[in-house]
């Protein structure tokens, strides 16, 4: 993945101008769309993510429904002008990936006990990629689903941490991504302090991912004061 050749940190900066504890700038919406239950919109340096939520509604089809609880369904898309190459449209091995780790990083959160037979449905669609898009879907996500009032025992919030010139560095976009050594994003339920996704790209020594994840974790919590205020921005009079 390491690609030789680019300095990405110069007199203590990254190319973006940001020191190593730096997010990107982001901005939150909630309530974007008229016909989901809930939807939220994010910028997120040169990511811009829309995520819409559906439900609790009946499950299609219906063998896939469980008697006892709801279930979380997650679509990750990207738009094919998302990326400087067009995309394909339609699912790749990574969307099914990062669909699957979304929903698991979402679910702990959701009382899926209370809508037994029922389907929480989220479908993420990036609409410009320059990494860390998961993270940012993550954190969409988790927006839209407070915004359609699903019962949840907490919020997620999202964020990575990567090595780049052989320093450990908070949320890589596209360059750093691209010619960075390592990526390590992480999903936070912040209250039950419960870590509900955690992947590893790249190699970190023991002490570098221990650096990385306390970084991680840390932009998790910033990210989270947002989306609190972002929540509450709607509720304002
Ligand atoms: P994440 O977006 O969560 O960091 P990856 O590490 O898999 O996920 O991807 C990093 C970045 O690589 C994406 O955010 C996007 O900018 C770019 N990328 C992903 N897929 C493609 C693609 N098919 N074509 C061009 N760029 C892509």
């Known amino acids: ?3 030789e050749g680019v300095k990405l940190i110069e007199n203590g900066k990254r190319l973006d101008g940001r020191g190593l504890d730096e997010l990107r700038p982001i901005k939150m919406e ?3 769309l008229k016909r989901a239950d809930g939807s939220a919109y994010v910028e997120w340096g040169e990511n811009k993510i829309m995520a819409a939520c559906y439900g609790p509604r009946e ?6 429904e469980e008697p006892d609880r709801a279930i979380v369904r997650v679509r990750y898309n990207m738009a094919p002008f998302s990326v400087p190459d067009r995309k394909r449209p339609g699912p790749d091995r990574r969307s099914v990936e990062i669909s699957k780790v979304t929903k698991e990083a979402l679910e702990p959160v959701v009382l899926t006990h209370l809508f037994p037979r029922t389907v929480v449905d989220i479908f993420i669609e990036v609409l410009q990629a320059n990494a860390g898009t998961r993270c940012a879907g993550i954190t969409a996500a988790a927006l839209a689903m407070a915004d359609a009032g699903i019962p949840m025992r907490d919020l997620v919030a999202s ?6 010139d052989g320093k450990v560095a908070l949320d890589l976009m596209g360059l750093e991504d691209n010619y960075g050594e390592a990526d390590l994003p992480v999903a936070l339920a912040p209250n039950k302090k419960q870590v509900t996704l955690l992947q590893m790209d790249g190699n970190f020594t023991r002490a570098e991912f221990e650096e990385a994840f306390e970084k991680a974790l ?3 919590l910033k990210v989270y004061e947002m989306q ?3 929540i509450r921005k709607k509720y304002e009079v």
Do not use: D, E, S
């Not at 964020?159 to 780049?164: F, L, M």
């Open 218 to 220: 840390g932009g998790c």
């Open 228 to 230: 609190k205020k972002t």
């Open 30 to 32: 909630i309530g974007v």
């Open 1 to 3: 993945m390491k690609k």
């Open 59 to 64: 499950v299609h089809p219906r063998h896939v």
């Open 159 to 164: 964020c990575a941490a990567g090595k780049i």
